[in-house]
């Protein structure tokens, strides 16, 4: 369980180095295609803010995907070191992205979009547009992925068990 819980720590701190490098950096909007189409309407295309920011981003995102990468790594490691058949993988894996998800409500559209300040922060032009109003704008994605989400566990979890067992 320790395991899973540091793999889903990570996946979630991969998430936000994602968005961070990604807002706060790259600053292109094809990167935000989940963002509110009210905040896309109003931000701006942009060139880099200083120089370098563009690299600074792709790292930061860089480091998100090893994060991810990592995670996975790290659940199937420990797996096979304890013998875990499918039965046992499918759970963790489910923990972890079902981890991430809830991260993703509750911190990226609750927290960052409906009660902050850091999309402002970033895109002035939001102001006044991002707030409480706008929780729950992509509640299909998320339905969408909560059922997804357990046929790749599944999927992911009989590969696991079939090679690592």
């Not at 790292?59 to 090893?66: P, R, S, T």
């Not at 895109?123 to 109003?133: A, D, M, N």
Request: aromatic letters at 20%.
């Amino acid at each position: 369980m320790k395991i899973t819980l540091i793999s889903t720590l990570m996946f979630m701190l991969g998430y936000f180095f994602m968005l961070y490098g990604a807002v706060g950096f790259i600053q292109d909007k094809r990167l935000f295609s989940s963002a509110p189409k009210e905040n896309l309407a109003v931000i701006p295309d942009r060139k880099e803010r200083f120089k370098g920011a563009h690299i600074i981003g792709w790292v930061i995102v860089a480091i998100a995907v090893l994060l991810f990468i990592g995670a996975f790594a790290l659940g199937i490691w420990d797996g096979a070191r304890n013998n875990f058949g499918s039965f046992q993988y499918f759970p963790r894996f489910l923990v972890m992205l079902y981890g991430m998800e809830i991260y993703d409500i509750l911190f990226f559209d609750w927290y960052l979009l409906c009660h902050s300040n850091f999309f402002p922060h970033f895109y002035p032009e939001t102001k006044g547009i991002v707030g409480p109003q706008m929780f729950g704008y992509n509640k299909k994605a998320h339905i969408v992925h909560f059922i997804v989400y357990i046929l790749a566990c599944a999927l992911l979890a009989l590969g696991c068990g079939v090679l690592f067992s």
